[in-house]
C-alpha cells in the first residue's frame, strides 16, 4: 500500500465559513496584523496552532460522559495517573489545566535569580516562565538546527559539547536543571535523537543536574526515532517512548497536543520532595491534586488520548502530512525549514522575503499575507515572538524568522493540505509586493499575542 490514508473516519463536521479577499483585507487591518486578533470564524484554515485543537476520537467523548466530577480521588484521575504512568514510567503525576501552568509550578520551586537553565530551545512560555522567576534560559541548540535550509535526522538536538561547557562556566550549583524539548516546536518542530537524551542524560548526571523532557509531542519524537534511528527500527512506539522517559527526572506535559485534548496538562516526577512542593503551590494556583485545574472528563479525555497518540498507524499518517506539504512547497521553491517537522510546516520568511530586514518583522508579514490570499492563519516564530531590545532601542532579532503552519491533529484533510500549498505558492510569486510592519503597540511579555502592528510605506 503506497497511499497513506487518513486512519480515522469523519462523524462529527464543523462548516468553514468562506470569505472574500477584499474582507479578509479589512479583518486584517481591524486586526492590527496580528492574527491572534482575529475571530476564529473569519478564518478558513486555521494553521495557528496545534494546540488544544485536535479531533478527538468517539472513545474520547464516550470518556467524557464517564469523567468522575468529585472533588477528591476522582475514578478519573485514577485513570490519567495510570496512563502516564504507564507511557511514561515516570511514578508521580500532577495534573495542571495546561502545559504553561506545570511551567509555572515547576519552574517556581526550581528557578530563581542568579539561576540558569538549559534547553534545546525553550518554548516561549517556557522561557517566559523561567524568565518570570528571575532565572535565565539558555538555549543550546545543535548547529545544524539553526539553518532552516539543510536537512539533517535531528535538527532538535542539544549541543552537548556546549551544554558541558556552559555548565563548567557557570558552575552546576547554579544550574537546577536542563529540559529538552521533544519535538522541539520553536526550532522547527524538529525531533531530538535517543542518542542526544542519553549524551545530555550523561552529561547532566556528571554535575548531578537533573533532565526534564518537555513532553507535549512525546509521541512525534519517538516516531522520528523509529524512522531515523537504525538502532530502533524494529522497537514499537511504546518501548521507545519509554526509553526516553527512563534518562528523565521529570516532565512537563501539555495535554493539547499529544494527548489528543482540547485542555490539560501535567508535571510527573520521581522526587516526593519536589513534588510535595509543587503539589502546594498546586492547590494555591491550580486546585486539589487530583484535579489541578482539570474537569473529571478532561481527565478521561487525556487518559484515552495519551493511548491513542501512540498508534503507529496515526503516527505515520500525521508525520506524512506534514512532509507532504513540505514535499509540494520545496517543489514549488518556496523556502522551508528542512526536512519536515513532526506537527507544522515552517516557512523561512528571510530567504521568503530577502528584501525585509528582521525590525520589519518579515515572519509577520509573511502570516499576514498567507491570511490575505487565502483566509488562512499561521503564527510568526521569529523577531515579534522572541526579539529583544538593546540597551538603545534596538531590536535584538531572534534566531531565526520563521512562520509556522500548524497542522491540528486529525481535522483537515489532504484537499485542505493541497488548498493551503496552493495559497502559499500564490503568495510566494508575488512576494515582492509584500510589505514590512512596525509595532505600534507591545505587552511586556510574549508580547506576540496582544501586539498591534501596521503597514509601513
Ligand atoms: C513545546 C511547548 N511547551 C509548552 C507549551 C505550553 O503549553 P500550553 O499551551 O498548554 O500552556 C507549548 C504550547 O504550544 C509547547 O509547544
Redesign the pocket.
Same mark, same amino acid.
Given at each position: 500500500m503506497s497511499t497513506i490514508i487518513e486512519p480515522f473516519k469523519i462523524k462529527s463536521v464543523e462548516p468553514i465559513y468562506f470569505t472574500t479577499k477584499e474582507e479578509r483585507e479589512t479583518i486584517l487591518k481591524d486586526a492590527f496584523f496580528n492574527p491572534f486578533l482575529i475571530r476564529a470564524e473569519d478564518v478558513m484554515i486555521d494553521l495557528l496552532?496545534d494546540? *488544544?485543537t485536535s479531533a478527538m476520537s468517539s472513545a474520547q467523548w464516550a470518556g467524557i460522559m464517564l469523567g468522575d466530577e468529585s472533588y477528591a480521588g476522582s475514578n478519573s484521575f485514577f485513570h490519567f495517573e495510570n496512563a502516564v504512568r504507564d507511557i511514561t514510567g515516570l511514578p508521580i503525576v500532577i495534573p495542571t489545566h495546561? *502545559?504553561?501552568?506545570a511551567?509555572k509550578i515547576l519552574f517556581s520551586q526550581l528557578g530563581g535569580k542568579g539561576k540558569y537553565i538549559l534547553s534545546n530551545t525553550l518554548?516561549d512560555?517556557?522561557r517566559a516562565n523561567i524568565e518570570f522567576t528571575g532565572a535565565t534560559g539558555v538555549d543550546l541548540l545543535c548547529a545544524e538546527g539553526k539553518i532552516p535550509s539543510v536537512p539533517s535526522p535531528f535538527k532538535g538536538n542539544i549541543d552537548i559539547v556546549a551544554l558541558g561547557k556552559f555548565i563548567e562556566e557557570k558552575g552546576a550549583d547554579n544550574i537546577p536543571l536542563c529540559i529538552i524539548?521533544v519535538t522541539n516546536?520553536?526550532g522547527g518542530g524538529q525531533p531530538v535523537s535517543m542518542q542526544n537524551i542519553r549524551d545530555a542524560r550523561a552529561a547532566c548526571l556528571k554535575y548531578g543536574i537533573p533532565l526534564f523532557l518537555?513532553a507535549?509531542?512525546f509521541a512525534e519524537n519517538a516516531f522520528f526515532i523509529k524512522m531515523r534511528e537504525p538502532e530502533f527500527a524494529n522497537a514499537t512506539v511504546e518501548e521507545i517512548v519509554l526509553e526516553m522517559f527512563s534518562y528523565a527526572d521529570g516532565c512537563?506535559m501539555?495535554a493539547?497536543?499529544d494527548a489528543f485534548a482540547n485542555i490539560g *496538562?501535567f508535571i510527573a516526577l520521581r522526587d516526593e520532595k519536589l513534588a510535595l512542593e509543587c503539589r502546594n503551590l498546586l492547590i494555591i494556583t491550580e486546585g486539589f491534586p487530583t484535579y489541578g485545574g482539570l474537569a473529571g472528563r478532561d481527565l478521561e479525555a487525556i487518559a484515552i488520548g495519551l493511548h491513542e497518540v501512540l498508534d503507529e498507524h496515526y503516527l505515520q499518517y500525521r508525520i506524512r502530512s506534514i512532509e507532504y506539504l513540505t514535499e509540494k512547497l520545496i517543489a514549488a521553491g518556496v523556502p522551508v525549514m528542512q526536512p519536515a517537522g513532526g506537527h507544522a510546516v515552517y516557512l523561512d520568511a528571510l530567504a521568503f522575503l530577502p528584501h525585509l530586514p528582521p525590525d520589519q518583522y518579515p515572519g509577520q508579514a509573511l502570516s499576514c499575507a498567507l491570511y490575505k490570499e487565502g483566509g488562512i492563519r499561521s503564527v510568526e516564530i521569529g523577531s515579534l515572538m522572541f526579539g529583544k531590545y538593546d540597551n538603545a532601542g534596538q531590536l535584538i532579532p531572534a534566531m531565526m524568522e520563521l512562520v509556522r503552519l500548524a497542522i491540528p491533529r486529525r481535522v483537515y484533510t489532504q484537499s485542505h493540505i493541497d488548498y493551503v500549498a496552493e495559497m502559499i505558492i500564490q503568495v510566494f510569486k508575488d512576494r515582492e509586493s509584500i510589505k514590512g510592519l512596525k509595532i505600534i503597540y507591545e505587552a511586556p511579555t510574549l508580547r506576540h499575542f496582544t501586539a498591534q502592528l501596521e503597514v509601513m510605506n
Open positions: 496552532t494546540s *488544544g495546561q *502545559g504553561r501552568a511551567e518554548f512560555t517556557t524539548t516546536n520553536s518537555d507535549c509531542r512537563t501539555s493539547k497536543k *496538562g
